[in-house]
Structures are given as structure tokens and as C-alpha cells.
């Protein structure tokens, strides 16, 4: 565990960039330092592997003070992934990936080897290898970053705002993969952010920091949304924040009917039965794809013209996506129903907001009944 | 006639091929010197100016050094330096070298200085030590740069080593010199013309130097 204890970083004109900090970071999970600029979060995180000394205070890792051991010691035993990635462009990407495992002293096509698996570990193709930086895209480049840091292994990583000067697809992707690999190797990683998305999106454990280096709040990101520590707080979470807070709700748990979903080839028994249950109708293919919404009266046996249905928005998955998507696709149709699919696209069912409204009332009865029960413990 | 009547004399002259005035000795000798002379200045001015650009410090020393360095005029400190040290290489020396020391301190402390810093830091944030950071992520990056200065300072060099004549030793400026107090006009164009052509090789061979030393990922992203 890295156990910041009371830090604080003075400079020699008198800014304090982080004031009398106390974290205790997590292992094996991810650690979100998050907060406007000049909130010290990036202060804090290059404390951290000594990059930047502080004036009071010391830092922990697994109960020694990081000042015991040589400086490039400590670095080495550390990943350190920056935000435009910082690559070496005079060196391949495969030996930018090999630098610490040399730096230890490995021979040259060890560390080329390990180089190799690493690419592969990232996503990214080794025909690249031989490629220097400037052919690689920027986010393909963040990925090298983040491999080069993973090189030798290292218990710890420290990512200071690695995503942020890629466009919001590409860092959709990093995002999605650094989950990926964190399932897969389990470090400790302490990982900067300005965008709260991604600090909710990413963090096991969020810090929220205030300007002039002050911790607002430490937290999971559901409790986070759920109860901010103060207006400082909630401001940041911006103010859609109960709908994000859906995201930490499985969808699983929504009743969904079938009954207002008829194939494309119903007859007409099927379809007049249909009618009875509900105002509109859902159309699927023969495969049981949805095609699109329609009145009962709209539609003749045998002869449903699809051009004439209306869009059914965006469907969700009940088994993977949370109560936020399926709230999403309510809004986006036409007719308020969601259309849930399973993995392969195949409508399972369709719900009304009248029944996601309950499902959200339930889920936040259930948490506050859970914390209550916490409380008392 | 005109010059190129002058170069053609002078250059299908057979007794201008061999012996101790001979073209192949006198322009070994100018070669000579001038490769000395840029050892020297590169052994001043590479270090100095790749640990001033790696701290980021001393560039208005640097840059003062630099205007004195090329206001002293060559021709003038080598008779004060023959003068004061009498004859040999040493008063030759002097002003070549600091004829070349500025150019190749100032452009090697701004191109390290220049050097994106984001590497830097990378590098720096992996434990590599400083020596490492600046020898092999500063250098490599700057290294286009770093040749061009010493490029400049090669061929300010070669052109001025004609003065090295001056004080009675030998290379090109022979040809120059003696020409013009024997009034021989061939001699003159030749000699000139050898300087220039040994001018361009250095060019040449620069280039060269920066397409083997230089890393294709600096070259083509730079």
C-alpha cells in the first residue's frame, strides 16, 4: 500500500501546491487523483516516485519511507505513463518499450522479448515494432506509453493524464483496454485525471482535490455521486450527476414484457391479440432483430411495411448494461419503451420509463438501506 | 583571359602535383589543420554547451562568449598571437579554434535546450540517470542540430585556415599567398579554387555523417 502522510508541498516563492495531504492508496486497484487545475493532483502523483520532493510530510510504500532506497531505484520499480506519451522518437517502439528492462540490466533480446509481449498485451500489432513514434497515431503511441511502462513489470504504475490529448473515441478505447489489462495484472495504479468521467469511469477509489491542495473527498465513485462530501464536490460531479450515478445499477433486474413484440411475420390472430396489451407495438425480423415501433392498427398480417415504423432507438443489454442505458434508450424512442437485446442483438423484451422510474426508486431505497445498515455496524 | 583560364593552367601544370609545394602535401597540411583546430573547438564547445543545454542555464553567458568570439577578427589575433608566442602551430590554432568554438557552443546548447521535454521527463521518471538522459534521449534528438553547428564551424575553418600562411606554414593559403607577391594569377585562382572545392567536401561529408549518425525517427519527424 503507498500511504501518503500528512504531505505538504511548499515552493520557495510560498505557493503551496498540496497542503497537509493523507491518502492511503489501495492495492491492486486504481486510485483516481482528481480536481480543477491547480489542485495539486499532479503534485501529489510525482511525489510519488520523487519527482518532486516534498517540504513536509512523507510517503509510504508497503510501510518504508520511499526515501530509504536510491532515487532511480524506487523509479524503476515504478511505471511512469505521461500525457503525450513521451516517447523516445530516435528508438524503435520496440526498444521506447524495452527502456527499463535495460535500465535493469537485461540483455538486449530479453528485453526485446518481453518488448514484443508487451505490444501484444496493449493491443497493439507487433508488425509496429520496427516503426518509429511519428508513424504511430496518438493513441497508439499512448498505448507504447503504457506498455514501456508495464516493461519490467512494475507493483505500482503512475498515470498522469495519459488519455487526455486524444480525441474521445480513441480515449474511449484506452479506457476500455486499461480496465482490461488492470483485470488481467492487478497492479497498484495512482492515475490523474481533470475529467471526472473518467476518474467515475476508471477509479476504484476517487480523490477528489481542491485547489490549493486540499482533499474534498475520498471515496468509491457510487458513493461519490451518491453523497458528496460538500457543494465543492458537487459542483464538480456536474449536475447530471444522478443520472450517472445510474451506471453503478445493473439493468438486470427490470422486468421486461414480452408481449408488445411481434415478429414480422405474425399472422393476424397473433397481431390482434398483440393489440390488446399495449398502445404500440415492436416489430422484430425473423431472427427476432428489432426493426421498429408501430400502432396495432398500422399493421396488416403478412404485409408490415417497414419503412413506415417508427425508429426504436437505442437498445440495451440487460445482462452487461447498467440502469443508466436502459434509461437512455427509454428517452431516445419515440414511444417510451426501452428495447432490451441479449448478446446477440435479439430482442429479450421491451420496458416502459414508468418501470425504470421504479426500478432506480428500488435501487436507491436498496443502497441507503445497505449504508444504514453499515452505519449501525 | 579569365579565371576559369587561370584554374585550367594551374590545374594541368604537372609540377604543381607533386614535391613540397605540390597540391596532394600542401592540401594534407590544410586538411590537417583544419581538422585539429575542430577537435579543439568540439572539445570545448560540445560538453560546455551540451551540460549548459541540459540544465537549461548560462545561455547569456554563452551568447556573450559567442559575440566576443566572433567579433575578434582571425587575421588580427594571429599576428598578435605570433607576436606574443613567436612561430608555430600554436598562434595558428587560436584563432581557428575560437573562430569555431561559438558557433558549436551556441548551437548545441540551444539544440539540447530545445529538446521536447516530455521525454525528459519520462526518461527521468523510469530512474534513468542524468548522464543517460542527456547522452541518450537529449543527444540522439539534438543531434541534427548539433552537426549543423559543427558543419558551420568546419567550414568557417577551412576558409580561414589560408591565413595559417601568413606566419610562413603551409596549406592552401600557400598558393594564395605566394601567388599574389609573385604576381601569379594562376597560383591565386588555384589556391582559391582548392579551398572552396575542399569547402564543398566538408559539406559533403556532413551530410554524410548526419544520414549515418542520425536516427531515421529524429530525421524524418524533425
Given at each position: ?28 486497484a486504481?486510485?483516481?487523483?482528481v ?14 516516485n ?48 524495452a ?27 507487433t ?44 480515449r ?39 485547489t ?44 421486461l ?17 398483440r ?46 448494461d447498467?440502469?443508466r ?20 442483438g ?16 428500488a ?15 | 583571359?579569365n ?20 597540391i ?11 581538422l585539429?583546430?575542430?577537435?579543439f ?5 560540445l560538453?560546455?554547451?551540451?551540460v ?61 535546450r ?39 564551424a ?22 594564395i ?16 579554387g ?7 567536401a ?21
Amino acid at each position: 500500500m503507498i500511504r501518503i502522510d500528512s504531505v505538504t508541498k511548499r515552493y520557495p516563492d510560498g505557493t503551496v501546491a498540496v497542503d497537509r495531504l493523507s491518502l492511503d492508496i489501495p492495492d491492486r486497484a486504481i486510485t483516481v487523483l482528481v480536481g480543477p487545475s491547480g489542485c495539486g493532483k499532479t503534485t501529489t502523483l510525482r511525489m510519488i516516485n520523487r519527482m518532486v520532493e516534498p517540504s513536509e510530510g512523507s510517503i509510504l510504500l508497503d510501510g518504508r519511507d520511499i526515501r530509504q532506497q536510491p532515487v532511480n531505484t524506487l523509479r524503476r520499480s515504478m511505471g511512469y505513463v505521461i500525457q503525450n506519451a513521451g516517447l523516445f522518437q530516435h528508438r524503435t517502439i520496440l526498444d521506447n518499450i524495452a527502456t527499463v528492462p535495460r535500465l535493469l540490466g537485461w540483455s538486449k533480446q530479453k528485453a526485446r522479448d518481453r518488448a514484443a509481449e508487451l505490444m501484444a498485451r496493449v493491443g497493439l500489432d507487433t508488425s509496429l515494432a520496427k516503426r518509429y513514434p511519428y508513424q504511430l497515431s496518438g493513441g497508439q503511441q499512448q498505448r507504447v506509453g503504457v506498455a514501456r511502462a508495464l516493461a519490467a513489470d512494475p507493483p505500482v504504475l503512475l498515470m498522469d493524464e495519459p488519455f487526455s490529448a486524444v480525441d474521445p473515441v480513441v480515449r474511449k478505447g484506452l479506457q476500455d483496454e486499461l480496465l482490461r489489462i488492470q483485470d488481467e495484472l492487478g497492479k497498484t495504479i495512482v492515475f490523474v485525471t481533470h475529467d471526472i468521467d473518467e476518474a467515475v469511469k476508471l477509479g476504484t477509489m476517487v480523490a477528489v482535490l481542491r485547489t490549493g491542495g486540499r482533499l474534498a473527498q475520498f471515496a468509491p465513485p457510487a458513493e461519490l455521486l451518491s453523497a458528496p462530501a460538500d457543494s465543492f464536490v458537487e459542483d464538480f460531479l456536474g449536475a447530471d450527476r444522478g443520472i450517472r450515478r445510474l451506471s453503478f445499477f445493473s439493468a438486470g433486474s427490470l422486468e421486461l414484457q414480452t408481449a408488445p413484440v411481434v415478429s414480422v411475420d405474425a399472422d393476424a390472430a397473433t397481431l390482434a391479440a398483440r393489440a390488446e396489451a399495449a398502445p404500440y407495438l415492436l416489430v422484430t425480423d425473423s431472427d427476432g432483430r428489432p426493426l421498429g415501433w408501430s400502432e396495432p392498427d398500422g399493421l396488416t398480417a403478412g404485409a408490415v411495411d417497414r419503412d413506415r415504423l417508427l425508429d426504436h432507438g437505442r437498445p440495451f443489454a440487460p445482462a452487461t448494461d447498467s440502469l443508466r442505458a436502459a434509461l437512455d434508450g427509454a428517452v431516445l424512442s419515440p414511444t417510451g419503451w426501452a428495447v432490451a437485446v441479449d448478446g446477440e442483438g435479439r430482442v429479450v423484451g421491451v420496458v416502459s420509463q414508468q418501470v425504470i422510474g421504479e426500478a432506480i426508486r428500488a435501487a436507491h431505497t436498496r443502497v441507503a438501506r445497505d449504508s444504514a445498515v453499515k452505519a449501525a455496524r | 583571359m579569365n579565371v576559369l583560364h587561370f584554374a585550367q593552367a594551374f590545374f594541368s601544370d604537372g609540377s604543381h602535383w607533386h614535391g613540397r609545394d605540390g597540391i596532394p602535401t600542401r592540401l594534407s597540411e590544410h586538411v590537417k589543420y583544419s581538422l585539429e583546430a575542430l577537435l579543439f573547438a568540439a572539445a570545448v564547445g560540445l560538453p560546455v554547451g551540451l551540460v549548459t543545454g541540459h540544465y537549461g542555464r548560462g545561455g547569456n553567458a554563452l551568447a556573450l562568449i559567442a559575440t566576443a568570439g566572433r567579433a575578434l577578427p582571425s587575421f588580427g589575433l594571429l599576428v598578435l598571437m605570433f607576436i606574443w608566442i613567436g612561430f608555430g602551430m600554436v598562434p595558428v590554432m587560436i584563432p581557428l579554434v575560437v573562430l569555431a568554438v561559438p558557433p558549436i557552443l551556441v548551437t548545441t546548447y540551444e539544440a539540447v535546450r530545445s529538446v521536447d521535454p516530455s521525454p525528459v521527463d519520462a526518461a527521468r521518471g523510469m530512474g534513468m540517470p542524468e548522464s543517460r538522459v542527456l547522452l541518450q534521449v537529449e543527444l540522439p534528438v539534438a543531434l541534427p542540430l548539433v552537426l549543423s553547428g559543427l558543419r558551420t564551424a568546419a567550414i568557417q575553418i577551412v576558409s580561414t585556415a589560408t591565413i595559417a600562411a601568413y606566419v610562413s606554414l603551409g596549406g592552401l593559403g600557400r598558393y594564395i599567398i605566394d601567388g599574389l607577391y609573385q604576381r601569379d594569377y594562376e597560383k591565386v585562382v588555384g589556391g582559391a579554387g582548392l579551398v572552396a572545392g575542399l569547402a564543398l567536401a566538408t559539406l559533403v561529408v556532413f551530410w554524410a555523417a548526419a544520414r549515418l549518425a542520425v536516427s531515421p525517427g529524429v530525421r524524418r519527424s524533425g
